[in-house]
């Protein structure tokens, strides 16, 4: 009997070894998963209680099955967000296999009371997909107040101005069309968006105490003064725009034009009575050939410079502030270059300046020298400056047929540079400097400008 049981186990033992040597070893993918977007955006308006569900699809586009070790929304139980993926609810899945070839549909719900204006304009949260010990993410999006949104949209006519505008992505006006923005009209950017005006018309049509304004955001008193908020406004070969009583903030590049339009001799852009401030790089930045026209405008704490010009490109600023003061800012105020060295290609590009006119003005910062050059000459490039009735910091002041009736390194005395008070006081040489041959009638607070004995820069003090 016992030697019986001693071949029966045996037997049993020889059974299970070979049944298990049958099972096959599971064996998966080692590759990420695809997505059919990145950024799902909620783009329904708000305005009272809002419920709405948006889709994407998983794709395994491997040969093996990927085993998907966890799905979580970033912001859990707090969300006001929901996920469901593939008939699973809940804030983190685990352990979901996904075959060869074959693809998963998830579902994201959000409910918002939009009425509670302490919500931010832009609700955000992600979900977190881990494959192979590596996170992907789809980032999730929805209005977070009553407003006008815009998601990589075209726009022209003119937009309202009874609640504010936000840009999530970019806001285009498209090739011959032309946009208007009225004033009064709150403008609101989001990470990386930029208003970009693409071989069309922009006007902004602000007015003294019912300025265009142009910011971040983030309304928290902790992003007042954070600039990169957003990047800014960008003209590709635009035709001739304007920008009038605008207070533009906090971004990258506040007003960046990329060439002209070549059917137009004019200016690209006709700048007046504007404040560009506390850029992370360029308050103006004048790129291959384009045109800017600039009157009674203040432009002040960019990380980079006031103005940038490269690869060539014409500038006419009269009555204008140009200031380097900022924490941020370690370059001189004022850059201009006609050239362009393509790192990749080693190409270098060169252009002219046609007109290269700075008057009744003031360049002038916390550096030694807050205006350079940087310049070549070719056959054919024309470069053509001149610089009149300016208050200029200069480490070494030149003397050339370029400057007329320069104040080199003079004292401003601006009001209070730490309020960004830039008035001066009655004993600045900045009082009654400036050339009355090029006089406009009122400077950017609306004052009127003495017509024979007019100030120095934006501000005229009576």
């Not at 955000?124 to 929805?142: C, M, P």
């Not at 840009?167 to 709150?186: C, E, P, R, W």
């Not at 006709?270 to 930045?285: E, M, Q, S």
Request: some cysteine; hydrophobic content about 35%; overall charge negative.
């Amino acid at each position: 009997m016992r030697k019986v049981s001693i071949i029966l186990l045996s037997f049993l033992g020889l059974l299970i070894a070979f049944t298990s040597g049958c099972n096959k070893t599971t064996n998966f993918s080692t590759g990420l998963l695809d997505f059919s977007l990145d950024t799902l955006v909620f783009d329904t308006v708000f305005t009272t209680i809002g419920s709405t569900t948006q889709q994407f699809k998983i794709y395994n586009k491997h040969s093996k099955s990927i085993n998907i070790e966890e799905i979580e929304l970033m912001g859990g139980s707090n969300s006001p967000f929901r996920m469901n993926v593939d008939g699973e609810m809940g804030t983190k899945l685990s352990s979901m296999v996904l075959e060869s070839g074959d693809s998963l549909f998830a579902f994201v719900e959000v409910t918002l009371n939009v009425n509670n204006q302490n919500l931010p304009l832009i609700v955000e949260d992600s979900i977190r997909f881990r494959t192979n010990g590596k996170d992907q993410y789809i980032h999730l999006a929805v209005w977070g107040q009553d407003a006008y949104f815009h998601y990589k949209d075209l726009n022209e006519g003119v937009w309202p101005n009874d609640k504010p505008h936000v840009i999530f992505g970019y806001a285009a006006v498209d090739s011959s069309k032309t946009l208007t923005i009225q004033k009064n009209t709150k403008i609101y950017l989001h990470k990386n968006a930029l208003l970009y005006n693409y071989k069309g018309t922009l006007n902004i049509e602000g007015e003294k105490n019912e300025e265009v304004l142009i910011k971040g955001d983030r309304l928290e008193s902790l992003y007042d003064d954070v600039s990169g908020q957003y990047y800014g406004i960008y003209f590709h070969e635009a035709k001739p725009s304007t920008i009038n009583y605008a207070i533009i903030k906090n971004g990258t590049s506040g007003v960046h034009l990329y060439s002209k339009d070549a059917s137009s001799s004019g200016y690209t852009l006709t700048l007046t009575n504007t404040k560009i401030t506390n850029h992370a790089r360029y308050g103006v930045f004048i790129y291959s050939g384009a045109k800017v026209k600039a009157e009674n405008c203040l432009i002040k704490g960019n990380g980079n410079h006031a103005l940038l010009v490269k690869e060539g490109g014409d500038f006419n600023f009269n009555f204008c502030t140009l200031l380097g003061y900022g924490s941020s800012n370690t370059n001189p105020t004022v850059g201009i270059s006609n050239y362009y060295n393509n790192p990749t290609t080693n190409v270098t590009t060169i252009g002219s300046i046609n007109e290269g006119s700075i008057r009744n003005s003031i360049i002038t910062g916390n550096q030694m020298t807050e205006l350079v050059f940087d310049t070549l000459s070719n056959p054919g490039v024309v470069m053509n400056f001149s610089f009149r009735n300016c208050l200029i910091k200069l480490e070494e002041p030149v003397n050339n047929s370029f400057f007329t009736n320069i104040l080199w390194n003079a004292i401003p005395y601006f009001t209070a540079i730490s309020d960004d008070d830039f008035t001066f006081l009655p004993q600045s040489v900045l009082n009654g400097g400036a050339d009355a041959n090029f006089w406009i009638p009122q400077d950017l607070n609306g004052a009127t400008r003495d017509a024979s004995n007019p100030d120095i820069g934006a501000y005229e003090v009576n």
